[in-house]
Nanobody, 119 residues
Framework: QVQLVESGGGLVQPGGSLRLSCAAS????????MAWYRQAPGKQRELVAR???????MYADFVKGRFTISRDNAKNTVYLQMNSLKPEDTAVYYC?????????????WGQGTQVTVSS
């Protein structure tokens, strides 16, 4: 099992920055990728950024050039640095971990952290 705890959300003005953190615990060595998703009111959850164990990253088009996903393996933590925030970035942001047990793949989710971009 993998447990995830997010932190770092809050209220920020348009053009501002926030850094989200996601601390993983449990079966850390079974994780092969971690990601950030977000869900705005009335909308489906969508992928924001993903980082694999190889350190390969991918980003949704709507955050390219503004958000950066990174990880600190020593702290078992993944970060999402968000710059040039826009009101449309307002959402609950969720951390996700993909992990394997035997031949089965699983996904774990954090509880979510609210990000509000407003003046």
């Amino acid at each position: 099992q993998v447990q995830l705890v997010e932190s770092g959300g809050g209220l920020v003005q348009p053009g501002g920055s926030l850094r989200l953190s996601c601390a993983a615990s449990g079966s850390i060595l079974s994780i092969y990728a971690m990601a950030w998703y977000r869900q705005a009111p009335g909308k489906q959850r969508e992928l924001v950024a993903r980082i694999a164990n190889s350190a390969t990253t991918m980003y949704a088009d709507f955050v390219k050039g503004r958000f950066t996903i990174s990880r600190d393996n020593a702290k078992n933590t993944v970060y999402l640095q968000m710059n040039s925030l826009k009101p449309e970035d307002t959402a609950v942001y969720y951390c996700n971990a993909d992990w394997v047990e035997g031949t089965l793949n699983f996904g774990s989710w954090g509880q979510g952290t609210q990000v509000t971009v407003s003046s």
